[in-house]
């Protein structure tokens, strides 16, 4: 599989010339077979998927754009998706909802689209939408690739990770997720989740989101993510070939960035990279 990244950063967009080279866009990665030129896969919809509509150009949108959750690092950029936004476009929307709610996937979608937070709805996008549930441990399949969810725990309503693979090679995308308790755990930053383990159990890639350090674990809390070290114990526990380190903090610029990332490789038996924004990461042997 081929993953690119059009968003990077969590929590909130970030501009400046220290974000340059990271980039500074919220959460947004593609999908794709080797070889395939048009992504119809897209994972999360932050304010990168406008760097994937200017890859796009003036091609229309054909495909799954599938959220991991609400927050607004993972939505705002939906309706300035050129692309989608398109007479000629069809997206299939996929969405968590909260099984013990009475919203569906529209709904939950209208509820940060809408008057007076935001001027339009789904429904004023142009070309044809369809918005469902994220129905979690079942596979389904999207242009060759199959798309597998389960729900992992968050903050502040249902989160899911994706896992997606071509049949010869697996990336698992697990942005946003918290163990169930801080500290314990064999390594003390909280015990492995089993759901997020089954999402990268030997994955070739795991992209998965790590905004905090483990100096930090209170502002993790309070925030429903992982600390590093949690990120790249995952990732040698599950197997993974590579782990690519993404949602970073807007507070991190690209020198901070740097020298973490640095420390994370030179000290991890797994391989570890940090997310930029339209870096492309292929499985295929080269
Ligand atoms: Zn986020
Ligand atoms: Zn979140």
Known sequence: VKVSFWGVRGSTPVSGAEFVRYGGSTSCVSVARDGDELPRL????????????????SEPFRGTIALSHMHWDHTQGLPFFRPADHDAATVDLRLPVDP??????????????QPPFFPIGPRDLGGTWTFGDVECGRAWSVDGLSVVAHDVPHKGGRAVGYRVTDGTSTMAYVPDHRPTAFGGGDDGFG??????IALAADADVLVHGAPFLAAEL????????????YAVGLAERAGVRQLVVTHHSPARSDDQLDEIAERAAAS?????????????VSTRPS
Do not use: W
């Open 42 to 57: 897209v994972l999360d919809a932050g304010t990168g998927l406008r760097n994937l509509a200017r890859q796009l150009g």
């Open 100 to 113: 013990d709610g009475d919203l569906d996937a529209e709904q939950v979608l209208s509820g940060v689209m």
């Open 191 to 196: 015990a492995y989740h089993p759901a997020a």
């Open 218 to 229: 209170e502002l993790a809390d309070r925030y429903g993510h992982t600390t590093l070290p």
């Open 268 to 280: 991890s038996s797994v391989a570890v990279v940090f997310a930029r924004e339209e870096m492309t």
